[in-house]
């Protein structure tokens, strides 16, 4: 066989070697009780990227269904989508609107803070942040979220 046609041969192989590997870390991490994590999640992305937007609600919920404790701050930009009638309108792609996700969190009573600053400069209001209970932050509830997702869990 020429060189070029076994190198070929052997490059088709390697997908299926790929998923082999793949289905035996997936049953090797589902028979294994997993510690619970503390995972704080910062965005700034807002409607401009729908996308990236949805990035730390969609993880967020996805991270709180495996088990793990979620907090999440916006800033910047992200603060929009606190309104109803933005994450109604922000759609990324391949998932859900953005605010079917921040209902499903919501639900859950994953805290969420918008800086207050942020938000007063962009008209986000205390009702706005309501829709999805989440609260007003600021640098020192950013740094009391960064402190208790660094500590070790110990139970």
Not at 90 to 115: F, M, N, Q
Not at 137 to 147: K, M, T, W
Request: proline share 6%.
């Amino acid at each position: 066989m020429e060189p070029r046609r076994f190198f070929l041969s052997r490059l088709a192989g390697l997908p299926l070697l790929a998923m082999a590997a793949a289905d035996g870390v997936q049953a090797q991490v589902q028979g294994q009780a997993h510690k619970p994590l503390k995972i704080m999640m910062k965005s700034a992305w807002g409607s401009d990227d729908p996308t990236k937007a949805a990035f730390p609600f969609s993880h967020g919920l996805a991270l709180a269904e495996a088990g793990h404790e979620v907090q999440i701050f916006l800033l910047g930009e992200a603060v929009v989508l606190m309104r109803k009638v933005v994450a109604e309108a922000v759609t990324p792609v391949g998932w859900p609107k953005v605010s079917e996700t921040l209902d499903k969190l919501a639900a859950r009573h994953i805290p969420i803070y918008a800086c207050g600053a942020c938000s007063r400069a962009r008209g986000v209001t205390e009702p706005d942040l309501s829709n999805y209970g989440a609260k007003y932050g600021n640098p020192a509830i950013f740094v009391s979220l960064v402190e208790w997702a660094d500590k070790v869990i110990t139970e």
